[in-house]
Protein backbone atom coordinates (compact mmCIF):
# COMPACT_ATOMS: atom_id res chain seq x y z
CA UNK A 1 0.00 0.00 0.00
CA UNK A 2 2.79 2.37 -0.93
CA UNK A 3 1.48 6.13 -1.35
CA UNK A 4 3.30 9.08 -2.38
CA UNK A 5 4.15 11.33 1.03
CA UNK A 6 2.20 14.22 0.51
CA UNK A 7 4.53 17.90 1.33
CA UNK A 8 1.51 20.06 2.49
CA UNK A 9 3.05 21.89 5.67
CA UNK A 10 -0.11 21.57 7.18
CA UNK A 11 -0.17 18.12 6.82
CA UNK A 12 3.36 17.76 8.71
CA UNK A 13 2.69 20.15 11.51
CA UNK A 14 -0.19 17.90 12.53
CA UNK A 15 2.25 14.94 11.96
CA UNK A 16 4.57 15.95 13.89
CA UNK A 17 1.98 16.48 17.05
CA UNK A 18 1.56 12.96 17.31
CA UNK A 19 4.37 10.61 18.94
CA UNK A 20 5.99 7.83 17.01
CA UNK A 21 2.81 5.32 18.56
CA UNK A 22 0.28 7.63 18.13
CA UNK A 23 1.14 8.06 14.55
CA UNK A 24 1.39 4.70 13.66
CA UNK A 25 -2.20 3.78 15.09
CA UNK A 26 -3.42 7.11 13.60
CA UNK A 27 -2.35 6.30 10.43
CA UNK A 28 -3.03 2.13 10.97
CA UNK A 29 -6.99 3.18 11.28
CA UNK A 30 -6.96 5.57 8.59
CA UNK A 31 -5.75 2.58 6.34
CA UNK A 32 -8.40 0.36 8.07
CA UNK A 33 -11.24 3.01 7.49
CA UNK A 34 -10.33 3.07 3.79
CA UNK A 35 -10.73 -0.06 3.37
CA UNK A 36 -13.91 -0.01 5.17
CA UNK A 37 -15.29 2.60 3.14
CA UNK A 38 -14.52 0.46 -0.21
CA UNK A 39 -16.86 -2.56 0.95
CA UNK A 40 -20.41 -2.59 0.07
CA UNK A 41 -21.48 -2.61 4.07
CA UNK A 42 -24.79 -1.51 5.53
CA UNK A 43 -25.62 2.00 7.33
CA UNK A 44 -25.48 0.50 10.61
CA UNK A 45 -22.73 -1.59 10.16
CA UNK A 46 -20.39 1.17 8.56
CA UNK A 47 -21.23 2.77 11.58
CA UNK A 48 -20.31 0.60 13.94
CA UNK A 49 -17.01 -0.11 12.03
CA UNK A 50 -15.90 2.69 11.84
CA UNK A 51 -16.45 3.35 15.45
CA UNK A 52 -14.41 0.67 16.43
CA UNK A 53 -11.52 1.03 14.39
CA UNK A 54 -9.43 2.86 16.21
CA UNK A 55 -9.72 0.77 19.28
CA UNK A 56 -9.03 -2.21 17.19
CA UNK A 57 -6.24 -1.05 15.49
CA UNK A 58 -5.01 0.28 18.94
CA UNK A 59 -4.76 -3.41 20.28
CA UNK A 60 -3.52 -4.98 17.00
CA UNK A 61 -0.61 -2.31 16.43
CA UNK A 62 0.30 -2.30 20.50
CA UNK A 63 -0.80 -5.23 21.93
CA UNK A 64 -2.05 -8.22 20.35
CA UNK A 65 0.50 -10.98 20.09
CA UNK A 66 -0.03 -11.77 16.48
CA UNK A 67 2.06 -13.64 13.98
CA UNK A 68 0.64 -12.45 10.45
CA UNK A 69 3.42 -14.93 8.87
CA UNK A 70 1.89 -17.93 10.90
CA UNK A 71 -1.45 -16.98 12.45
CA UNK A 72 -2.12 -20.54 13.99
CA UNK A 73 1.01 -20.85 16.21
CA UNK A 74 -0.07 -22.47 19.72
CA UNK A 75 0.80 -19.14 21.81
CA UNK A 76 -0.95 -16.46 19.89
CA UNK A 77 -3.59 -14.16 21.08
CA UNK A 78 -6.99 -15.52 20.61
CA UNK A 79 -8.83 -12.72 18.28
CA UNK A 80 -12.25 -13.79 18.38
CA UNK A 81 -14.94 -12.52 15.69
CA UNK A 82 -18.29 -14.07 16.55
CA UNK A 83 -20.47 -12.21 13.92
CA UNK A 84 -20.47 -11.45 10.31
CA UNK A 85 -20.92 -7.92 10.69
CA UNK A 86 -17.90 -7.44 12.46
CA UNK A 87 -16.02 -9.13 10.18
CA UNK A 88 -14.78 -6.49 7.60
CA UNK A 89 -12.73 -4.83 10.37
CA UNK A 90 -10.90 -7.95 10.73
CA UNK A 91 -10.67 -8.58 6.98
CA UNK A 92 -8.83 -4.52 6.60
CA UNK A 93 -6.83 -5.65 10.04
CA UNK A 94 -5.26 -8.69 8.21
CA UNK A 95 -4.73 -7.01 4.83
CA UNK A 96 -2.82 -4.16 6.24
CA UNK A 97 -0.54 -6.64 9.05
CA UNK A 98 -0.31 -9.56 6.81
CA UNK A 99 1.53 -10.83 3.37
CA UNK A 100 -0.67 -10.87 0.50
CA UNK A 101 -1.25 -14.44 0.33
CA UNK A 102 -3.23 -14.57 3.54
CA UNK A 103 -5.30 -11.60 2.46
CA UNK A 104 -6.44 -13.55 -0.40
CA UNK A 105 -7.82 -15.98 1.56
CA UNK A 106 -11.87 -16.31 1.97
CA UNK A 107 -12.45 -15.10 4.99
CA UNK A 108 -13.77 -18.52 6.72
CA UNK A 109 -13.79 -20.82 9.60
CA UNK A 110 -11.87 -23.97 8.50
CA UNK A 111 -9.86 -21.90 4.70
CA UNK A 112 -8.49 -18.81 6.78
CA UNK A 113 -6.41 -19.71 10.07
CA UNK A 114 -7.33 -16.05 11.41
CA UNK A 115 -10.46 -17.25 12.13
CA UNK A 116 -11.03 -18.86 15.45
CA UNK A 117 -14.56 -19.14 15.36
CA UNK A 118 -17.04 -19.57 12.42
CA UNK A 119 -19.90 -16.77 12.68
CA UNK A 120 -23.17 -18.14 14.59
CA UNK A 121 -26.03 -17.52 16.75
CA UNK A 122 -25.58 -14.60 18.96
CA UNK A 123 -23.66 -15.16 22.16
CA UNK A 124 -22.23 -18.05 21.03
CA UNK A 125 -18.74 -16.57 20.40
CA UNK A 126 -18.64 -14.84 23.70
CA UNK A 127 -19.23 -18.44 25.13
CA UNK A 128 -16.73 -19.80 22.78
CA UNK A 129 -13.96 -16.94 24.13
CA UNK A 130 -14.92 -17.92 27.37
CA UNK A 131 -13.55 -21.64 27.21
CA UNK A 132 -10.58 -20.45 25.05
CA UNK A 133 -9.87 -18.10 27.97
CA UNK A 134 -10.56 -21.45 30.27
CA UNK A 135 -7.77 -23.66 28.31
CA UNK A 136 -5.07 -21.42 28.25
CA UNK A 137 -5.40 -21.01 31.74
CA UNK A 138 -5.55 -25.16 32.26
CA UNK A 139 -3.32 -25.44 29.82
CA UNK A 140 -0.63 -22.96 31.69
CA UNK A 141 -1.35 -24.28 35.09
CA UNK A 142 0.38 -27.60 33.25
CA UNK A 143 2.88 -26.32 31.35
CA UNK A 144 3.92 -22.70 32.61
CA UNK A 145 4.45 -19.05 31.72
CA UNK A 146 6.97 -19.95 29.34
CA UNK A 147 4.89 -22.09 26.69
CA UNK A 148 1.34 -20.75 27.62
CA UNK A 149 1.18 -17.00 28.07
CA UNK A 150 -1.35 -15.88 25.67
CA UNK A 151 -4.90 -14.06 25.96
CA UNK A 152 -8.60 -14.17 24.12
CA UNK A 153 -9.50 -10.66 23.35
CA UNK A 154 -13.66 -10.79 21.66
CA UNK A 155 -15.06 -7.83 19.13
CA UNK A 156 -18.59 -8.26 20.10
CA UNK A 157 -21.54 -6.94 19.47
CA UNK A 158 -24.32 -5.24 21.82
CA UNK A 159 -26.73 -7.64 20.64
CA UNK A 160 -24.05 -10.81 22.24
CA UNK A 161 -23.30 -9.64 25.35
CA UNK A 162 -27.78 -9.54 25.63
CA UNK A 163 -28.09 -13.35 25.52
CA UNK A 164 -28.50 -15.98 27.89
CA UNK A 165 -25.39 -17.70 26.80
CA UNK A 166 -23.50 -15.10 26.98
CA UNK A 167 -24.58 -13.93 30.51
CA UNK A 168 -24.25 -17.83 31.44
CA UNK A 169 -20.33 -17.81 30.13
CA UNK A 170 -19.93 -14.59 31.71
CA UNK A 171 -20.83 -15.54 35.18
CA UNK A 172 -18.47 -18.92 34.48
CA UNK A 173 -15.64 -16.91 33.18
CA UNK A 174 -16.24 -14.66 36.69
CA UNK A 175 -16.56 -17.71 38.49
CA UNK A 176 -13.62 -19.05 37.57
CA UNK A 177 -10.93 -15.97 37.62
CA UNK A 178 -10.59 -15.76 33.70
CA UNK A 179 -8.23 -12.96 34.05
CA UNK A 180 -6.99 -13.39 30.18
CA UNK A 181 -10.21 -12.49 28.86
CA UNK A 182 -11.54 -9.23 27.29
CA UNK A 183 -14.30 -8.23 25.13
CA UNK A 184 -14.40 -5.52 23.13
CA UNK A 185 -18.31 -3.90 22.18
CA UNK A 186 -19.98 -0.89 21.43
CA UNK A 187 -23.39 0.23 21.55
CA UNK A 188 -26.22 -0.07 18.78
CA UNK A 189 -26.29 2.74 16.36
CA UNK A 190 -29.74 3.82 16.92
CA UNK A 191 -30.67 6.17 20.24
CA UNK A 192 -31.90 3.33 22.15
CA UNK A 193 -29.02 1.74 24.17
CA UNK A 194 -31.08 0.98 27.43
CA UNK A 195 -30.42 -2.70 26.95
CA UNK A 196 -26.74 -2.11 26.27
CA UNK A 197 -26.88 -0.44 30.00
CA UNK A 198 -28.19 -3.26 31.25
CA UNK A 199 -25.74 -6.13 29.66
CA UNK A 200 -22.66 -3.74 31.43
CA UNK A 201 -24.98 -4.24 34.78
CA UNK A 202 -24.78 -7.44 34.93
CA UNK A 203 -21.60 -8.10 33.59
CA UNK A 204 -20.35 -6.01 36.30
CA UNK A 205 -22.42 -8.39 38.75
CA UNK A 206 -20.81 -11.02 37.18
CA UNK A 207 -17.62 -10.47 38.42
CA UNK A 208 -16.25 -8.85 35.72
CA UNK A 209 -14.44 -5.09 35.62
CA UNK A 210 -16.37 -3.14 33.04
CA UNK A 211 -14.46 -0.18 31.22
CA UNK A 212 -16.14 3.21 29.35
CA UNK A 213 -14.03 4.60 27.14
CA UNK A 214 -14.32 7.21 24.47
CA UNK A 215 -14.05 5.39 21.35
CA UNK A 216 -12.49 8.22 19.58
CA UNK A 217 -9.96 8.86 22.11
CA UNK A 218 -6.54 7.56 22.20
CA UNK A 219 -5.04 7.90 25.19
CA UNK A 220 -8.21 6.89 26.86
CA UNK A 221 -8.45 3.69 24.91
CA UNK A 222 -4.22 2.85 25.47
CA UNK A 223 -5.37 3.40 29.04
CA UNK A 224 -7.98 0.77 28.95
CA UNK A 225 -5.95 -1.80 27.33
CA UNK A 226 -2.87 -1.28 29.75
CA UNK A 227 -5.28 -1.89 32.23
CA UNK A 228 -6.50 -5.02 30.85
CA UNK A 229 -3.36 -6.35 30.87
CA UNK A 230 -3.06 -6.00 35.03
CA UNK A 231 -6.23 -6.98 35.50
CA UNK A 232 -7.48 -9.70 37.80
CA UNK A 233 -10.93 -10.30 36.56
CA UNK A 234 -12.13 -10.87 32.93
CA UNK A 235 -12.91 -7.04 31.22
CA UNK A 236 -15.64 -5.97 29.23
CA UNK A 237 -14.17 -2.56 27.17
CA UNK A 238 -17.60 -0.82 26.35
CA UNK A 239 -16.50 2.27 23.24
CA UNK A 240 -19.14 4.40 23.72
CA UNK A 241 -19.53 7.23 20.96
CA UNK A 242 -16.39 9.64 20.56
CA UNK A 243 -17.04 13.03 22.05
CA UNK A 244 -16.15 16.10 19.55
CA UNK A 245 -13.03 17.65 20.78
CA UNK A 246 -11.32 14.50 22.22
CA UNK A 247 -10.58 12.73 19.05
CA UNK A 248 -6.77 11.59 18.10
CA UNK A 249 -6.33 13.87 15.19
CA UNK A 250 -5.85 11.71 11.72
CA UNK A 251 -2.86 12.68 10.02
CA UNK A 252 -3.76 13.77 6.45
CA UNK A 253 -0.42 11.70 4.94
CA UNK A 254 -1.39 8.56 3.69
CA UNK A 255 0.07 4.82 5.19
CA UNK A 256 3.70 4.36 4.65
CA UNK A 257 4.82 1.09 2.99
CA UNK A 258 6.74 0.70 6.45
CA UNK A 259 3.59 0.82 8.43
CA UNK A 260 1.78 -2.18 6.56
CA UNK A 261 2.16 -5.46 5.64
CA UNK A 262 5.02 -7.55 6.62
CA UNK A 263 6.36 -3.97 7.96
CA UNK A 264 3.68 -3.51 10.15
CA UNK A 265 4.05 -3.15 14.23
CA UNK A 266 1.97 -6.01 14.61
CA UNK A 267 3.98 -8.48 12.44
CA UNK A 268 7.55 -7.19 13.32
CA UNK A 269 6.20 -7.55 17.21
CA UNK A 270 4.47 -10.88 16.58
CA UNK A 271 7.64 -12.47 14.82
CA UNK A 272 9.54 -10.77 17.63
CA UNK A 273 7.40 -12.97 20.12
CA UNK A 274 7.28 -16.12 18.06
CA UNK A 275 10.69 -16.37 17.65
CA UNK A 276 11.83 -16.35 21.44
CA UNK A 277 8.66 -18.64 22.09
CA UNK A 278 10.31 -21.35 19.72
CA UNK A 279 13.54 -21.09 21.58
CA UNK A 280 11.45 -21.35 24.45
CA UNK A 281 9.60 -24.36 23.44
CA UNK A 282 12.99 -26.18 22.19
CA UNK A 283 14.68 -26.66 24.82
CA UNK A 284 11.59 -26.92 27.70
CA UNK A 285 11.24 -30.28 29.44
CA UNK A 286 7.57 -30.77 28.72
CA UNK A 287 8.06 -30.26 24.75
CA UNK A 288 6.83 -34.03 23.73
CA UNK A 289 3.78 -33.56 25.58
CA UNK A 290 2.92 -29.96 24.47
CA UNK A 291 3.21 -30.95 20.73
CA UNK A 292 1.72 -34.23 21.31
CA UNK A 293 -1.78 -32.76 23.01
CA UNK A 294 -1.78 -29.80 20.52
CA UNK A 295 -1.62 -32.50 17.34
CA UNK A 296 -4.20 -34.02 19.16
CA UNK A 297 -2.44 -37.23 19.45
CA UNK A 298 -2.83 -40.44 21.70
CA UNK A 299 -0.14 -41.13 23.92
CA UNK A 300 1.78 -44.08 22.99
CA UNK A 301 0.08 -47.78 23.84
CA UNK A 302 -3.06 -46.28 24.27
CA UNK A 303 -5.29 -49.03 23.22
CA UNK A 304 -3.40 -51.60 25.63
CA UNK A 305 -3.78 -48.95 28.88
CA UNK A 306 -7.21 -48.50 27.82
CA UNK A 307 -8.67 -51.66 27.91
CA UNK A 308 -6.64 -52.28 31.38
CA UNK A 309 -7.53 -49.12 33.11
CA UNK A 310 -11.30 -49.21 32.22
CA UNK A 311 -11.31 -53.07 32.92
CA UNK A 312 -10.15 -52.48 36.63
CA UNK A 313 -12.69 -49.25 36.80
CA UNK A 314 -15.70 -51.37 35.65
CA UNK A 315 -14.84 -53.72 38.36
CA UNK A 316 -14.57 -51.47 40.87
CA UNK A 317 -18.10 -49.89 39.81
CA UNK A 318 -21.07 -50.00 42.60
CA UNK A 319 -23.79 -50.63 40.30
CA UNK A 320 -24.27 -52.16 36.53
CA UNK A 321 -26.26 -49.36 34.84
CA UNK A 322 -25.10 -47.74 31.55
CA UNK A 323 -24.74 -44.77 33.73
CA UNK A 324 -22.16 -46.40 36.23
CA UNK A 325 -20.41 -48.05 33.59
CA UNK A 326 -19.91 -44.72 31.45
CA UNK A 327 -18.80 -43.09 34.48
CA UNK A 328 -15.94 -45.61 35.07
CA UNK A 329 -14.98 -45.02 31.75
CA UNK A 330 -14.62 -41.42 32.27
CA UNK A 331 -12.47 -42.32 35.27
CA UNK A 332 -10.15 -44.39 33.31
CA UNK A 333 -10.11 -42.17 30.29
CA UNK A 334 -8.89 -39.50 32.68
CA UNK A 335 -5.93 -41.58 34.19
CA UNK A 336 -4.59 -42.36 30.58
CA UNK A 337 -5.14 -38.60 29.26
CA UNK A 338 -4.05 -35.56 31.51
CA UNK A 339 -5.56 -33.28 28.50
CA UNK A 340 -9.18 -34.64 29.53
CA UNK A 341 -11.52 -31.50 30.79
CA UNK A 342 -14.77 -32.32 32.29
CA UNK A 343 -17.46 -29.78 32.85
CA UNK A 344 -19.97 -30.69 34.82
CA UNK A 345 -23.89 -29.54 35.19
CA UNK A 346 -25.87 -29.92 38.34
CA UNK A 347 -28.20 -32.17 36.60
CA UNK A 348 -25.60 -34.83 35.34
CA UNK A 349 -26.29 -37.10 38.44
CA UNK A 350 -29.35 -39.05 38.72
CA UNK A 351 -29.06 -40.88 41.95
CA UNK A 352 -31.91 -41.00 43.58
CA UNK A 353 -34.62 -43.63 43.05
CA UNK A 354 -38.22 -43.81 42.64
CA UNK A 355 -38.01 -44.00 46.33
CA UNK A 356 -36.18 -41.30 48.27
CA UNK A 357 -33.68 -43.68 50.72
CA UNK A 358 -30.46 -42.46 52.27
CA UNK A 359 -27.50 -42.83 49.91
CA UNK A 360 -24.19 -44.99 51.31
CA UNK A 361 -20.78 -42.69 51.52
CA UNK A 362 -20.32 -44.85 48.27
CA UNK A 363 -23.06 -43.25 45.98
CA UNK A 364 -22.48 -39.64 47.83
CA UNK A 365 -18.74 -39.97 46.59
CA UNK A 366 -19.89 -41.20 42.96
CA UNK A 367 -21.28 -37.54 43.06
CA UNK A 368 -18.03 -35.77 41.66
CA UNK A 369 -17.10 -37.86 38.29
CA UNK A 370 -13.62 -36.90 38.65
CA UNK A 371 -10.93 -34.89 40.91
CA UNK A 372 -10.46 -31.96 38.36
CA UNK A 373 -13.42 -31.44 37.17
CA UNK A 374 -15.24 -28.00 36.92
CA UNK A 375 -19.00 -27.79 38.25
CA UNK A 376 -20.96 -25.30 36.05
CA UNK A 377 -23.94 -25.14 37.91
CA UNK A 378 -27.32 -24.81 36.01
CA UNK A 379 -25.33 -22.93 33.77
CA UNK A 380 -25.59 -25.77 30.93
CA UNK A 381 -25.85 -23.76 27.90
CA UNK A 382 -22.94 -22.04 28.71
CA UNK A 383 -20.62 -24.90 30.03
CA UNK A 384 -22.08 -26.06 26.28
CA UNK A 385 -20.56 -23.02 24.62
CA UNK A 386 -17.39 -23.18 26.59
CA UNK A 387 -16.81 -26.67 25.54
CA UNK A 388 -16.72 -25.54 21.57
CA UNK A 389 -13.89 -23.03 22.76
CA UNK A 390 -11.93 -25.62 24.64
CA UNK A 391 -12.18 -27.30 21.08
CA UNK A 392 -11.16 -24.70 19.29
CA UNK A 393 -8.44 -23.74 21.56
CA UNK A 394 -6.36 -26.71 21.04
CA UNK A 395 -4.74 -29.34 23.36
CA UNK A 396 -7.50 -30.22 25.51
CA UNK A 397 -9.95 -32.85 25.31
CA UNK A 398 -13.34 -31.59 26.36
CA UNK A 399 -15.83 -33.57 27.91
CA UNK A 400 -18.54 -32.60 29.89
CA UNK A 401 -21.64 -34.63 31.81
CA UNK A 402 -25.36 -33.17 32.10
CA UNK A 403 -28.68 -34.88 31.97
CA UNK A 404 -30.18 -35.80 28.47
CA UNK A 405 -33.10 -33.13 28.86
CA UNK A 406 -31.31 -30.42 29.34
CA UNK A 407 -29.79 -30.82 25.86
CA UNK A 408 -32.40 -28.74 24.34
CA UNK A 409 -30.64 -25.97 26.16
CA UNK A 410 -27.32 -26.71 25.12
CA UNK A 411 -28.42 -27.40 21.33
CA UNK A 412 -27.51 -24.35 19.48
CA UNK A 413 -23.64 -24.94 21.01
CA UNK A 414 -23.97 -28.50 20.41
CA UNK A 415 -25.18 -27.79 16.58
CA UNK A 416 -22.00 -25.27 16.34
CA UNK A 417 -19.70 -27.95 17.60
CA UNK A 418 -21.36 -30.42 14.80
CA UNK A 419 -21.20 -28.04 11.67
CA UNK A 420 -17.15 -27.12 12.94
CA UNK A 421 -16.48 -30.82 13.55
CA UNK A 422 -15.04 -30.47 16.71
CA UNK A 423 -13.95 -33.21 18.99
CA UNK A 424 -15.92 -32.57 22.05
CA UNK A 425 -17.36 -35.27 24.38
CA UNK A 426 -21.26 -35.48 25.88
CA UNK A 427 -22.56 -37.84 28.88
CA UNK A 428 -26.28 -37.75 29.35
CA UNK A 429 -28.27 -39.39 31.94
CA UNK A 430 -31.45 -39.78 32.38
CA UNK A 431 -34.32 -42.25 33.08
CA UNK A 432 -34.51 -43.45 29.64
CA UNK A 433 -38.40 -43.57 28.02
CA UNK A 434 -39.67 -44.74 31.35
CA UNK A 435 -41.67 -41.66 33.35
CA UNK A 436 -39.20 -40.79 36.42
CA UNK A 437 -40.29 -39.33 39.80
CA UNK A 438 -39.46 -35.88 38.01
CA UNK A 439 -42.77 -36.12 36.06
CA UNK A 440 -43.46 -35.77 32.45
CA UNK A 441 -40.95 -32.59 31.94
CA UNK A 442 -38.14 -34.78 32.27
CA UNK A 443 -38.88 -37.19 29.73
CA UNK A 444 -37.07 -37.58 27.02
CA UNK A 445 -39.44 -38.76 24.21
CA UNK A 446 -38.13 -36.65 20.98
CA UNK A 447 -34.88 -35.87 21.97
CA UNK A 448 -33.15 -38.93 20.66
CA UNK A 449 -34.79 -38.79 17.60
CA UNK A 450 -33.42 -35.30 17.22
CA UNK A 451 -30.26 -35.47 18.52
CA UNK A 452 -29.68 -38.84 15.88
CA UNK A 453 -30.74 -36.40 13.27
CA UNK A 454 -28.08 -33.53 13.84
CA UNK A 455 -25.16 -33.76 11.28
CA UNK A 456 -21.52 -35.08 12.15
CA UNK A 457 -22.77 -36.20 15.59
CA UNK A 458 -22.48 -39.43 16.48
CA UNK A 459 -24.89 -40.79 18.73
CA UNK A 460 -24.59 -43.77 21.57
CA UNK A 461 -26.96 -45.04 23.37
CA UNK A 462 -25.56 -48.57 24.96
CA UNK A 463 -28.08 -50.83 26.72
CA UNK A 464 -25.40 -52.85 29.12
CA UNK A 465 -21.86 -52.50 30.22
CA UNK A 466 -20.39 -54.69 27.64
CA UNK A 467 -21.95 -52.15 25.11
CA UNK A 468 -21.19 -49.34 27.34
CA UNK A 469 -17.40 -50.19 26.82
CA UNK A 470 -17.35 -50.70 23.15
CA UNK A 471 -19.59 -47.21 22.52
CA UNK A 472 -16.75 -45.41 24.60
CA UNK A 473 -14.34 -47.06 21.93
CA UNK A 474 -16.58 -45.93 19.20
CA UNK A 475 -16.76 -42.40 20.52
CA UNK A 476 -12.82 -41.67 20.90
CA UNK A 477 -12.15 -43.06 17.69
CA UNK A 478 -14.82 -40.34 15.94
CA UNK A 479 -13.30 -37.79 14.70
CA UNK A 480 -15.69 -36.17 12.19
CA UNK A 481 -17.26 -34.54 15.05
CA UNK A 482 -18.93 -34.51 18.70
CA UNK A 483 -19.74 -37.80 19.86
CA UNK A 484 -22.24 -37.95 22.66
CA UNK A 485 -23.68 -41.33 25.01
CA UNK A 486 -26.93 -41.39 26.56
CA UNK A 487 -26.93 -43.40 29.89
CA UNK A 488 -29.09 -44.60 32.64
CA UNK A 489 -28.88 -44.42 36.02
CA UNK A 490 -31.54 -47.56 36.47
CA UNK A 491 -30.21 -51.28 35.95
CA UNK A 492 -31.42 -53.68 33.22
CA UNK A 493 -34.05 -55.49 34.93
CA UNK A 494 -33.60 -58.43 32.51
CA UNK A 495 -30.53 -59.88 33.71
CA UNK A 496 -27.73 -60.59 31.75
CA UNK A 497 -28.03 -60.43 27.84
CA UNK A 498 -26.26 -62.83 25.70
CA UNK A 499 -23.09 -62.55 24.01
CA UNK A 500 -23.69 -60.89 20.62
CA UNK A 501 -24.20 -63.26 17.51
CA UNK A 502 -22.17 -60.94 15.03
CA UNK A 503 -19.11 -58.84 15.61
CA UNK A 504 -19.00 -56.85 18.58
CA UNK A 505 -21.20 -54.41 20.68
CA UNK A 506 -19.34 -51.64 18.78
CA UNK A 507 -21.11 -52.68 15.45
CA UNK A 508 -24.59 -51.55 17.01
CA UNK A 509 -26.91 -53.43 18.12
CA UNK A 510 -26.31 -57.05 20.18
CA UNK A 511 -28.61 -58.87 18.19
Known amino acids: MA????????????????????????????????????????????????RMCLPVTALWCRVLRFDPSAPDWPDRDRFVVP????????RAMLRLTGPATEAALPLEYGRHPAVEVAPGLAGQGVAAAVGMAFAEQTLARRFGRSLVNHRTWVLAQDTDLATGVAMEAAQLAGRFG????????????????GDFADSLTRFSASGWTVRKVDAGNAAAISSALAATLRARKPTLIACLPSTPGHALAEPHLPPEEELTGPWSPTARRGATTRRSWLRRFARHRLRTAFEREIQGQRPALFEE????????Q????????????G????????????????????????????????LPATQQARARLLPAEQSCGIQDHGMAGMLNGIALHGGLLPCCAASMMTVDRMRSALRMAAL???????????????????????QPVEQLASLRAMPHLAVFRPCDVRETTACWEAALTWQGGPAMLLLCPYENQHGPLPAPAFGTPSRGGMW
Do not use: F
Not at 12 to 40: F, Y
Not at 314 to 324: C, K, P, R, V
Not at 328 to 348: F, I, K, Q, W, Y
Open 83 to 90: STTMLPLL
Open 314 to 325: MQSAEGHATQDA
Open 327 to 358: LAGLRALSELLPELVCLTAASAYRLDLAAPVA
Open 178 to 193: LDRLAVLVTPPAGPDN
Open 420 to 442: MRRKVLYLLTGDGLALGDGGGGW
Open 305 to 312: DWHRACHW
Open 3 to 50: AALSTDPTDLREETQLSAQQSAVARMSRAARLLLNAEHLPPHARTLLN
